[in-house]
């Protein structure tokens, strides 16, 4: 049995508190689990070398990330990364070794049964790969399910069940059982599931993987719909990086239990944090992800009155049409305001990975090309 150490948690209000936050977190599993984090020597080694030495397996290594309210948090790596082990400490699933985990604000390491119950049903629901439904309910009841263990009175969760199973697009199919279902449509019943508890953030354990490439593709515009309209936390593992990208606001990128780098998409690809994130990003088409930022210049005085306007978050890709239909450099605009003009040789350059846009040069002040302090490279 591994003894959790909880360090305690700083306070602060709800409204200004990230939905987690997490501070040098760490899972080993094995023997005297708790002696690897506690202990600087042994926290170096390499897993190979940890193994060897204690025959034990650190699969979340000193993490520290919050994840803010309303963002799509992408937690992403291959195989035995540590995607899942971190994310089920997020709600002690797995009980962590060491670190600290808050909820907006609320540390999680301190609660007793009951409030971690409060907090798995009410607060952080899941949404698994294998969906988990009852067979012999029907589509309706499995959605109002979360809410029957809560306690919520019949008409109310029907009612309930009835609105968010309108929301995932399964009108008309509520009678059926799991089983008359397609693997898409008893995903969509996991997400309304998750969705009917109506919870500060959703957690996506890789849900979409056992489906096919075209099914998938509309379960993820599902979650980009969802949270568009609702603006709903989600926190989603993906071993997909096209999946990472087409999610995430931020991502995380694990590689042996670490944090090798935390950013937005176009971070990621634009500015990768070491060779391994370079290689891992390599054949990502570059103008579909870098935005227009990445490539602008100032406007010269006679630019800024006439061209194709676009947005500053419009992608490289969008501009390269706009400057082709054209003929001429296109204005980013911002507000009514040019902020800039990027030219064909500019695109160009962000598509090739040369020159001096070549790995992300973010112009804009404020928006730094690198990960911000404490958030990039663990
Ligand atoms: N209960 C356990 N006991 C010992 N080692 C474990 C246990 N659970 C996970 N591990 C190890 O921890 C590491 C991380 O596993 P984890 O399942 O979190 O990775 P993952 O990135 O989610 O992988 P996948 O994408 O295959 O699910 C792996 O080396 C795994 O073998």
């Not at 969705?195 to 354990?205: C, G, H, N, Q, R």
């Amino acid at each position: 049995m591994s003894t959790t150490v909880a360090a305690p948690v700083a306070t602060q209000t709800p409204a200004d508190a990230p939905v987690f936050s997490v501070d040098g977190l760490w899972k080993v599993f094995g023997p005297k689990a708790e002696r690897v984090p506690a202990d600087p020597e042994l926290a170096a080694l390499s897993p190979a070398e940890l193994r060897q030495r204690t025959g034990c397996n650190a699969a979340v290594r000193d993490v520290s990330f919050d994840v803010r309210k309303g963002e799509v948090f992408v937690v992403m790596g291959l195989s035995g990364s540590g995607k899942s082990t971190l994310v089920r400490c997020l709600t002690r699933l797995i009980e962590p070794t060491y670190g600290k985990i808050a909820i907006e604000g609320e540390d999680v390491l301190g609660m007793d049964k009951s409030r971690l119950r409060e907090l798995r049903r009410r607060r952080a629901a899941m949404v698994f790969q294998h969906f988990g439904l009852l067979p012999h309910r029907s589509v309706l009841d499995n959605v109002a399910y979360g809410l029957e263990i809560q306690g919520v009175g019949k008409a109310e969760r029907r009612a309930k069940a009835e609105e968010v199973v309108a929301k995932v697009g399964l009108e008309g199919m509520e009678q059926r059982r799991p089983g008359q279902l397609s693997g898409g449509q008893q995903q969509r019943v996991g997400l309304a599931r998750a969705l009917a508890v109506d919870p500060e953030v959703l957690l996506f354990d890789e849900p979409f993987s056992a489906l096919d490439p075209l099914i998938r593709r509309d379960m993820q515009e599902e979650v980009i719909r969802l949270h568009r309209e609702e603006g709903r936390t989600m926190v989603f593992i993906t071993h997909d990086l096209n999946e990472a990208l087409r999610l995430g606001d931020r991502i995380a990128l694990m590689r042996d239990g670490r944090i090798v780098q935390l950013g937005t998409p176009e971070e990621i690809v634009g500015s990768p944090a070491d060779d391994y994130v370079r290689e891992f990003v390599r054949d990502v088409p570059r103008e579909q992800v870098m935005t227009v930022r990445t490539a602008m210049r100032p406007a010269a005085a006679d630019e800024a009155g006439h061209g194709p306007a676009v947005a500053p978050e419009a992608t490289v890709s969008e501009a390269i049409e706009a400057v082709a239909r054209s003929g001429c450099p296109a204005r980013v605009m911002d507000d009514g305001r040019c902020v800039g003009v990027v030219d064909s040789e500019a695109l160009l350059e962000v598509v090739a990975g040369t020159g001096e846009h070549g790995e992300g040069q973010v112009d804009e002040p404020g928006r730094p090309a690198a990960p911000a302090p404490g958030e990039g490279v663990a």
